[in-house]
């Protein structure tokens, strides 16, 4: 008796949701006279600003929390038709347009490619372009405000098939938290929620802004540090107004860009009231299919022509990947006659494996608030520069008064019992597999929690080269949690064919938060290809790729046997600005002498030549990376955003005498990476290297044009050529790769539909060698060769997404053919999960 009552209050309890939420609820599809689907028709409740679109299939979601008995549905070209609603919950409509017989005479509308003349949308459009820069805060010398900010993660289409699924059982409690998106009809249940509370502050004048964060609060995942960076780069702020908007590292065409006229198709619909101030409504919808747009509409005043609110929803046939649905709404509050302030932005993403109606996915939803404005309080230069420290444990426990004070929007009763949910969760042993399998996947260690330590990483437990053969390791690091202020770590491992036990440790200490003070050292017993960057490596845990390469394409067998040692310190006295002091005492020798030389002439040696280089160096690095953000205050820090320019400056004094140390030398090196978000054409990654040593070293100590022989693509190395093919102590490189997002292959019909995405390379290097580096090294297996007499140059021809994980690149040599074994061809790939 008791379990059939439960069962009855638990139907009773999802159909209470699915009502008493929303007062009217509307879903269906729109078609023609011939059964086609009608894709962009306009539905709006009579008698109110309310309204959607359909998407590429012709569906439709719409609820509101008022009650409306009729809607409208339009479609330009056919007959305007008006659906009676027969209860507050209408699923399953089927609408058919019937194609219409008269003209519209107040308002001249056009589809598909058509004349952008005489169009009052676009009439429209070009009064809001000149009128951009005056809106919101631009319009004030000072000015601040509260922001509240609430981040949300949510599993999606929940069926009774998927509660009653084995993965779910004995987890049945969960879905007693079920809602309904008022965007997309589906049931959801909330399983994570980050809320943030800030005071900005801002001076037009001096061009500066000050965000102070007063309080975050976390439930859900929030110890998983690469969850929380994933979600602070998922929402990165943006403003309608720009001519890109962009999302999952894409740039999206915005409705209000001055290039929209190109992409999008603009309808004036409507005009009425909204705040007492009368407003226009546009809608657009996209040109073309498979390109990064939206579809929705806009209300915009008649006088100001600011925005008054704004929905964007993206396009089904977009080329981004694993994104079922991406929703935006903003609405702007009235401050004065010319004033608008942005009040509220909403944003909602479906992610999932698959763009069916029906498959399931997991919801990412970004609530902003914004009030209390304040205008013209003058402020002094140094109050922007000191900054709040926004990993303050005060921020992060705050109680329940400062919260119920802070909340511009309260929390639903579905959201407050996140934190309830989450705690109950933990304490399930199947729960808690689940989540020990997806973190093991995503960080690569195997958490146990007794010890503090995480074993791995898993994904370097096996590797094979020329001279190990197949080489097995095992590592370990401390771990108390993402914040910790210091971290060892170490591992082992060992070669099948050499019959050799290699190792390292490292330990990390953070001594000032604030500064970043950090203190890191260790040593390093291992087998490396050194031929894959210019710098020299420090990094006593790291190792390339190219040292443990399953695949090469040729000979990987000039490998060298490295025992390093180092001890470091780093500050960060100014945001994104590192400085690095340290030392580091090295010995390299080949590790297959027979096929790859070190030798080099000494005439302390009995034998005149060898075979090992012994070398101190002392380093100072500075590193600054604007606009690069982070999560965490630990001594290891995640990072956020991967569209920050990366400069680096580095100087090397190589001493000897010093531990036996065999060379005096010094060398600089600069480097400089920059992408470059080019809005509907992509994004362009590019990077300069520099460098020259001063004085006479061998050939373990010069710098190598980075070679590739793995069959993997990789950036800032030539794929074309072999490893140590050119060797340099004076270099210049560039390297310059970009990728179109598939708007090329967009526009050609049969390719259209497989959202691929079109890469192209270009790559050049110069160098020199003197003389007496040449004459001090001895090797006989390898020529000493640098591109002195022409710049090398490289190309490749890519192609990605394919089966949306996949990417071929086609490399083609430019030059130096006469090399011996030249490669003028080559084929390299590489899988990754990208949006």
Avoid at 521 to 547: F, K, P
Wanted: charged share 25%; with cysteine; proline share 3%.
């Amino acid at each position: 008796m008791y379990l059939l009552m439960k069962r009855y209050l638990f139907v009773f309890f999802l159909f209470f949701i699915t009502v008493v939420a929303a007062q009217t609820k509307i879903e269906g599809v729109v078609t023609d006279d011939s059964g086609m689907p009608i894709a962009f028709a306009n539905i709006v409740f009579v008698n109110s600003s309310e309204g959607t679109i359909t998407n590429d299939n012709g569906r439709f979601y719409l609820e509101s929390e008022e009650n409306y008995n009729v809607i409208q549905v339009s479609f330009i070209g056919y007959e305007t038709k008006e659906i009676p609603l027969d209860q507050k919950v209408n699923y399953g409509l089927q609408i058919e347009l019937m194609e219409s017989t008269e003209q519209l005479q107040e308002v001249i509308v056009y589809t598909g490619k058509q004349s952008k003349k005489n169009n009052p949308a676009i009439d429209i459009l070009e009064k809001i372009w000149s009128k951009k820069r005056e809106n919101g805060v631009r319009k004030f010398k000072q000015y601040q405000y509260d922001k509240y900010e609430k981040i949300e993660f949510d599993l999606n289409t929940i069926d009774s098939a998927l509660i009653k699924s084995k993965l779910f059982k004995g987890l049945e409690f969960m879905f007693e938290n079920l809602d309904t998106s008022r965007i997309t009809g589906k049931t959801y249940l909330p399983m994570f929620l980050n809320e943030t509370f800030t005071k900005v502050y801002g001076d037009n004048a001096l061009g500066k802004e000050k965000e102070d964060v007063l309080g975050n609060k976390n439930s859900g995942f929030s110890g998983n540090q690469s969850i929380t960076a994933f979600v602070e780069d998922l929402y990165s702020d943006y403003d309608i107004y720009n001519n890109y908007l962009k999302f999952f590292d894409k740039s999206f065409t915005s409705p209000l860009s001055k290039t929209g006229v190109d992409v999008y198709n603009y309808v004036l619909s409507d005009s009425t009231f909204i705040d007492n101030k009368w407003c226009y409504n546009i809608i657009y919808y996209p040109r073309r299919k498979n390109e990064l747009t939206f579809k929705g509409d806009f209300w915009v005043n008649d006088t100001t022509f600011a925005i008054k609110k704004i929905n964007m929803q993206v396009t089904k046939s977009a080329n981004i990947n694993w994104v079922k649905e991406i929703y935006i709404e903003q609405d702007f509050d009235v401050v004065n006659d010319s004033v608008f302030l942005l009040k509220r932005d909403y944003m909602l993403s479906d992610f999932s494996f698959s763009k069916k109606e029906d498959s399931r996915g997991v919801y990412g939803k970004r609530t902003t608030v914004f009030d209390n404005y304040n205008f013209n309080t003058d402020r002094p230069e140094e109050f922007y520069r000191a900054i709040s420290d926004p990993y303050d444990p005060r921020v992060f426990s705050q109680d329940s008064i400062f919260w119920k004070n802070a909340r511009l929007e309260s929390l639903n009763e579905d959201e407050s019992g996140i934190f309830q949910l989450l705690d109950t969760l933990k304490t399930v042993p199947k729960f808690r597999t689940y989540y020990d399998i997806v973190s093991v996947l995503g960080s690569g260690y195997i958490e146990i929690d007794k010890w503090n330590l995480d074993v791995g990483d898993i994904y370097s437990t096996f590797g094979y080269n020329d001279a190990e053969g197949i080489r097995t390791r095992a590592g370990a690091r401390t771990y108390f949690g993402q914040n910790d202020m210091w971290r060892l770590e170490g591992y082992m491992a060992y070669g099948f064919n050499d019959k050799k036990f290699k190792y390292g440790f490292s330990g990390k200490f953070l001594l000032d938060r604030k500064n970043r003070l950090i203190v890191y050292g260790g040593n390093r017993r291992d087998i490396e290809q050194l031929g894959l960057s210019l710098t020299s490596t420090n990094d006593v845990m790291g190792r390339s790729i190219a040292s443990s390469s399953l695949v090469t394409v040729g000979s990987n067998d000039r490998l060298t046997n490295i025992n390093l040692s180092t001890l470091n310190v780093e500050m960060e006295p100014v945001k994104n600005f590192r400085i690095n002091v340290g030392g580091s005492f090295r010995k390299l020798s080949s590790a297959l002498p027979e096929a790859f030389s070190l030798d080099y002439l000494d005439l302390t040696s009995p034998s005149g030549i060898s075979s090992e280089i012994k070398q101190f160096d002392l380093t100072t690095t500075v590193v600054y990376t604007p606009g690069k953000r982070t999560i965490g205050y630990g001594v290891e820090r995640a990072n956020i955003n991967d569209d920050y320019s990366t400069l680096v400056l580095k100087y090397t004094k190589g001493v000897d005498g010093f531990l036996e140390s065999d060379f005096d030398y010094e060398k600089i090196q600069f480097s400089y990476q920059q992408p470059w978000q080019l809005g509907g054409f992509g994004r362009l990654t590019s990077s300069v290297e520099l460098g020259k040593t001063f004085g006479t070293v061998p050939l373990g100590l010069l710098s190598v044009i980075p070679g590739n022989q793995t069959l993997f693509s990789l950036y800032n190395v030539f794929p074309n050529l072999d490893f140590y093919e050119f060797v340099t102590d004076t270099y210049a490189t560039v390297h310059l790769e970009h990728n179109f997002n598939g708007r090329l292959f967009s526009r050609i019909p049969f390719l259209r539909k497989l959202n691929l995405r079109e890469i192209v390379g270009l790559r050049g290097a110069w160098g020199q060698l003197s003389e007496e580096n040449i004459a001090l090294s001895a090797p006989t297996n390898i020529p000493l060769v640098a591109p002195e007499g022409q710049v090398y140059w490289e190309y490749s021809l890519g192609v990605g997404n394919i089966f949306k994980i996949l990417r071929i690149d086609f490399n083609f040599r430019g030059n130096y053919l006469q090399n011996p074994d030249a490669r003028a061809f080559g084929i390299t790939g590489t899988f990754g999960f990208n949006f």
